[in-house]
């Protein structure tokens, strides 16, 4: 038997050092056996992984006098997995299969003379290859919660002769400590998949319950990423113009990933009645059939005093008639305009306001007590409650005091007055909020340094180029590639989606059209838009992913 004591030392170094970067899994353990198998001169040498779901992968084997030597999955048609339950009870198992369940050290001058030891596929190898199989070496390795991670195997120690020996207890210590170093890199290849997968889990179950919030917004966080990876990809292979030099690495590909799936994770905070809102009135339920029962009593008022008007003979017949019949038609005409505006996808004009206005002076008297069948939340808001317990004078859209709750006015009339959209300007603020808070999320959360890029990816995709965005006004210039690629997915999903409640579902060539617009007024990064055309982008994923019914004829130039 060779002394190895130098070249042992001067080989653990190296591989410590190995060890302490993040190098390849698969060639420190290929290192770390040969050296063992060095240190006694062993033959042969085979390295098990224990999989965390129990399976045993034979991941690494070399046989000197063979001249074979066979690294990862290859090994597979070779020792096929093992999964160690189904051979838990067997009574005779092979080597690595007893180092594995009983954290047993095997060390025999000849393994065919154990009785209690499963030696046929040793039989069948050597039948196979010529070969004959005598001292065996195999003992488990444990991670730092001794748990068993890997089996390590050595055949056929050699004396100075190449003479086949036993494996000595010295060999045996010294192997142990050098494999162990192989059971390190396998453990922290473990931790650091556990921690992407856990990261990954994270993300998954965050972005879900996002969208679970909302049944109209339920596929945002999940579409978001992929846009975002088909126009990142268009963009590294952009080889002329602006985009020619720009390239991303594995950690930007993975921390833009993560940060598509987290753009929005401030909405956890968003009050679902905003994010759904598709009318003015809308809070938890649309406020419009309470106002159309108003207009019902209006009604009901008209048809009572037509009738006591006929009562009384106070004029013709056909007088009384056209009256009526002009009230309810005014009645009609005011509330289906209320109807309109409600809806908000038509801009609001000066005169519409002031017909709102108008409208709403028209009252009737209220006779039951507005307090009866009120929370005690509800009653803490009403500052003078006596005035609603007897009857009263109240007017067909109403602004109440206690319909302002902190910085939202619930009012009707104010809400109706609307200009565009159905969200007024607090709840437009609460929706923005989101950013903020999916930022100060990110913030807190221990991300590595090469995935550092996240908060600025997913915190960024409602800046504008000119620098008039939110929430930090950054320019163009100020803003990464990513972020920006970001920007124009999150744009694009949401004008391509048929599940909003506050808008109709848009064929793609009005979509295209305003996203023309937003980045001609300096919303949406030009080079990056002109790629997203050019490159079809937009056509590959509404293929996918839009309805088929929104496809209309394109021609792209129409849209650069």
Same mark, same amino acid.
Request: proline residues 3%; contains cysteine.
């Given at each position: 038997m060779a002394d190895a004591s130098d070249l042992l030392l001067e080989e653990m170094i190296k591989l410590s050092g190995r060890l302490s970067e993040s190098g390849d899994t698969e060639e420190i353990i290929a290192a770390a056996v040969d050296i063992a198998s060095r240190i006694a001169d062993a033959d042969g040498c085979f390295f098990f992984h224990l999989t965390s779901n129990r399976f045993m992968n034979l991941v690494y084997s070399r046989i000197e006098s #063979?001249?074979?030597? &066979?690294?990862?999955?290859?090994?597979?048609?070779?020792?096929p997995s093992v999964y160690l339950p189904d051979i838990k009870d067997n009574p005779h198992k092979r080597p690595a299969e007893i180092c594995a369940l009983n954290h047993e050290i095997i060390n025999s001058a000849n393994i065919f003379n154990e009785p209690n030891i499963d030696t046929s596929f040793l039989r069948q190898f050597d039948e196979n290859n010529n070969y004959t199989t005598l001292s065996m070496l195999a003992f488990p390795l444990f991670d730092n919660r001794r748990n068993v991670i890997a089996v390590a195997q050595f055949i056929n120690a050699r004396d100075t002769k190449g003479k086949i020996i036993n494996f000595t207890q010295d060999d045996q210590e010294k192997m142990i400590a050098v494999c162990q170093m192989a059971a390190f890199a396998l453990e922290r290849k473990q931790l650091a998949e556990s921690y992407t997968q856990l990261l990954e889990s994270f993300v998954d179950v965050l972005a879900k319950a996002i969208d679970a919030k909302s049944p109209y917004t339920g596929l945002h966080c999940q579409k978001v990423p992929i846009i975002t990876r088909m126009l990142a990809a268009a963009a590294v292979q952009e080889t002329e113009g602006p985009l020619k030099n720009f390239e991303m690495s594995d950690n930007d590909w993975y921390a833009l990933h993560i940060a598509s799936w987290l753009h929005d994770c401030g909405k956890i905070i968003t009050p679902e009645y905003i994010i759904d809102k598709a009318a003015k009135l809308e809070t938890i339920h649309n406020r419009i059939h309470e106002i159309r029962s108003r207009f019902e009593i209006l009604r009901r008022d008209a048809h009572i005093e037509y009738l006591q008007k006929r009562l009384n003979n106070t004029d013709t017949k056909e007088n009384l008639q056209?009256?009526? &019949?002009?009230? &309810?038609?005014? !009645?009609?005409? /005011?509330?289906?305009?209320?109807?309109?505006?409600?809806?908000?996808?038509?801009? !609001?004009?000066?005169?519409?306001?002031?017909? #709102? /206005?108008?409208?709403?002076e028209r009252s009737f008297v209220r006779y039951f007590n507005r307090m009866t069948g009120l929370s005690w939340g509800e009653k803490k808001l009403i500052n003078t409650p006596s005035a609603y317990t007897k009857p009263e004078v109240e007017y067909v859209l109403q602004d109440r005091p206690e319909q302002v709750a902190g910085a939202y006015n619930q009012g009707e009339l104010v809400n109706l007055k609307i200009r565009q959209g159905t969200i007024n300007d607090a709840e437009r603020e609460k929706i923005n909020e989101h950013i903020v808070t999916t930022i100060n999320m990110l913030k807190n959360l221990p991300f590595p340094p090469e995935l550092s890029k996240i908060v600025e990816y997913a915190g960024a995709h409602h800046e504008r180029v000119d620098g008039k965005g939110y929430p930090n006004g950054l320019t163009g210039d100020q803003m990464s590639v990513p972020a920006k690629i970001m920007a124009i997915a999150d744009v694009y999903e949401a004008l391509t989606a048929r599940d909003r409640p506050y808008k109709e579902p848009k064929k793609l060539s009005e979509v295209l059209r305003i996203m023309r617009d937003m980045k001609n007024s300096g919303h949406l990064d030009p080079d990056l838009y002109e790629l997203f055309i050019k490159s079809g982008v937009y056509m590959d994923y509404a293929k996918e992913y839009i309805d088929?019914?929104?496809? /209309?004829?394109?021609?792209?130039?129409?849209f650069l």
């Open positions: #063979l001249n074979a030597s &066979v690294s990862g999955t290859s090994n597979m048609a070779f020792f056209a009256e009526f &019949v002009a009230k &309810v038609k005014q !009645l009609t005409d /005011d509330f289906e305009f209320i109807g309109r505006c409600n809806i908000g996808d038509t801009p !609001l004009t000066d005169n519409d306001i002031k017909r #709102l /206005d108008k409208i709403s088929k019914e929104q496809i /209309d004829d394109i021609n792209p130039e129409e």
